[in-house]
């Protein structure tokens, strides 16, 4: 979603809602959404990946997803990380 939100809007555009509802409203409808099954794998896959609570590396876990998942953040990850740094991620978090 957020490579949606780095295309739709500008940092002045997003400055300009003052009420995250209001931003939510004008997104959300035009935003492209994945299958619920396909999110939900998505989803877990991220906390997982992300989560605060991970106590124990699972390297296989949802390894049929992490590929397509890595195409996803990739443009995320370059615009916050940079070329070399969101690579090297993806590479390291099998996401590649």
């Known amino acids: 979603m957020m490579i949606q939100v ?3 809007y500008n ?3 997003m400055a300009n ?3 995250y509802a209001d931003f939510v409203m004008d997104f959300y409808p035009r935003a492209e959404q994945l299958d619920p099954r396909l999110l939900g794998e998505y989803s877990s896959l991220l906390q997982r990946t ?5 106590l124990q590396p ?5 390894f049929w997803r992490k590929a397509a998942l890595g195409q996803y953040l990739k443009p995320t990850l370059i615009l916050l990380m940079g070329d070399v740094e969101a690579q090297d991620w993806l590479v390291q978090n099998s996401m590649l």
């Open 17 to 19: 809602f003052t009420v």
């Open 6 to 8: 780095f295309h739709r």
């Open 11 to 13: 940092a002045r555009q």
């Open 50 to 54: 992300f989560g605060a609570s991970v």
């Open 58 to 62: 699972l390297p296989r876990y949802l």
